[in-house]
């Protein structure tokens, strides 16, 4: 039976917690169990609750998928074969505007196939792209805004961790996901594209074109001396193309679940990276490297699934359902509250949390007005993916201020210079509202 008093008491209590700066797990599992105390009375059901929430997820192969599909990545991102298709791209655009900041997003949505994270994403181009930008005379902000923006496609491009953590908690279809996130990507990484080379046109001096072309400057932030040869980026193109086409393709047409085609693409990706040159120290801190990323993600997924259950012993996403669909407020309108919400969370807080928080809450709500899942779970992924460029929090610009190691560089320079892209992110929402087979082709294609 649904209690106002404590529904209220849950909500209100989760977000003081996580305002106040507690960690985002910790605020739903006690969140979780104030609830679940509250509707029984009895710390025995608290305790069996816990038991056996956390004896399913250990069980739940599922969750395996992130930190080995986070393993791909990092064992792709270390070989260095991100950096040999980098530099091909930026030799063969040399006659178009803005060829750099292109290169730029080209190749953040190959990594995006090869690693789902934007943060990881950010922090590469960060070291690969921005030295190459300053030699030939790139304005910094655009420079990097081009990286922060084009990061974002980690999140929405398969393997996305968003679109894991998503179907994780909605139980939807990771493969479904994954191919519902290709045409959006593509449409938000060709939008960049026509940004960058009009702004190359319009406006000269932000990349160089007014001034002195190809000179290389000596700085703290200096070009890499070595080239990729043909046959390195040959290697380097076959063995990613090869990794992702295996791996992707195996779990679209029901080779292998998601979960084993992570752990193949893992294993595919250090044999790559042996071949290409990675030691035992690099794959030493690859592996490191994941765990400290993955741990708190798996941790954040139980506090999750506890919080779930919460929600529906209170009855508290019936409630908000039915609070909803009784204001008479059309199903856009709402959807439009939702994203705003989305947007404002992305302000203070990282965008896993926020899916944490609201899709238990959300996505049972849209689905009750009548949108699509697929879709839904793809606008819902750009919006909150948009918190990753919106200040104060901007978790991208701050990690891109981090790789970069300039002092020149202020983070309110970089957050301005994303606001082109947090603005088409915001025009990818209302395209796939508009038409949802953006997102729904691909799936209905191969499903």
């Known amino acids: 039976m649904f209690d106002v008093n404590t529904a209220t008491i849950i909500i209100v209590l989760l977000f003081v917690l996580v305002l106040l700066g507690v960690h985002v797990a910790i605020a739903l599992g006690m969140t979780s169990v104030v609830g679940i105390f509250l509707v029984t009375g009895k710390w025995r059901i608290v305790e069996a609750t816990l038991a056996s929430t956390a ?67 950010a922090a590469a181009f960060s070291r690969i792209a921005y030295p190459e930008m300053k030699a030939h005379g790139y304005h910094k902000g655009f420079a990097l805004g081009a990286i922060a923006g084009s990061s974002c496609l980690g999140m929405l491009i398969p393997p996305s961790v968003l679109m894991i953590v998503w179907g994780i908690l909605t ?13 959006p990507g593509i449409l938000l990484a060709s939008l960049y594209l026509l940004y960058i080379v009009g702004s190359a046109i319009l406006r000269p001096q932000l990349t160089g074109e007014s001034g002195v072309k190809g000179q290389v400057i000596q700085n703290d932030v200096t070009t890499s001396s070595v080239e990729a040869s043909g046959v390195q980026v040959l290697f380097s193109v076959f063995g990613i193309v090869f990794i992702i086409a295996g791996v992707l ?50 941790i954040l997924l139980f506090a999750a699934a506890l ?3 919460t929600l529906a012993m209170t009855g508290v996403t019936t409630a908000i359902q039915d609070f909803f669909l009784s204001t008479g407020l059309s199903p856009l309108v709402i959807l439009g509250l ?36 697929i879709s839904f ?23 891109v201020k981090a790789a970069i190691q300039d002092a020149s560089v202020s983070v309110s320079e970089i957050f301005k210079s994303s ?24 799936p209905e294609l191969l499903f």
């Open 338 to 373: 939702i994203v705003l919400v989305w947007f404002l969370l992305g302000m203070v807080i990282d965008s896993i949390s926020i899916m944490l928080l609201t899709v238990p809450i959300f996505e049972p709500l849209a689905t009750a007005l009548g949108f699509d899942r």
């Open 307 to 309: 919080y779930s259950r």
């Open 249 to 298: 393709g195996g779990i679209w047409f029901g080779i292998f679940t998601p979960t084993e085609g992570a752990g193949a693409g893992a294993a595919l990706a250090l044999l790559f990276a042996i071949a290409k040159g990675m030691r035992k120290k690099q794959l030493l801190e690859a592996i490191f490297s994941v765990g400290k990323t993955a741990a708190p993600i798996l």
């Open 171 to 183: 139980e939807q279809s990771i493969g479904q996901l994954f191919l519902a996130g290709i045409l």
């Open 55 to 121: 004896a399913e997820a250990m069980r739940d192969f599922t969750f395996a998928v992130i930190p080995l599909f986070m393993l791909m990545g990092e064992f792709i991102g270390r070989s260095g074969a991100i950096k040999d298709i980098y530099q091909a791209i930026n030799r063969g655009l040399k006659a178009l505007p803005g060829r750099l900041a292109v290169a730029t997003v080209i190749g953040n949505t190959i990594f995006s196939f090869v690693t789902g994270v934007s943060i990881a994403s």
């Open 419 to 442: 606001v082109p892209y947090w603005i088409i992110m915001l025009i990818g929402i209302i395209s796939i509202v508009k038409f949802p087979q953006i997102a729904n082709y691909l």
């Open 377 to 399: 779970a793809v606008i819902g992924i750009l919006a909150i993916e948009a918190g990753l460029l919106t200040p104060p929090f901007g978790l991208l610009v701050y990690t």
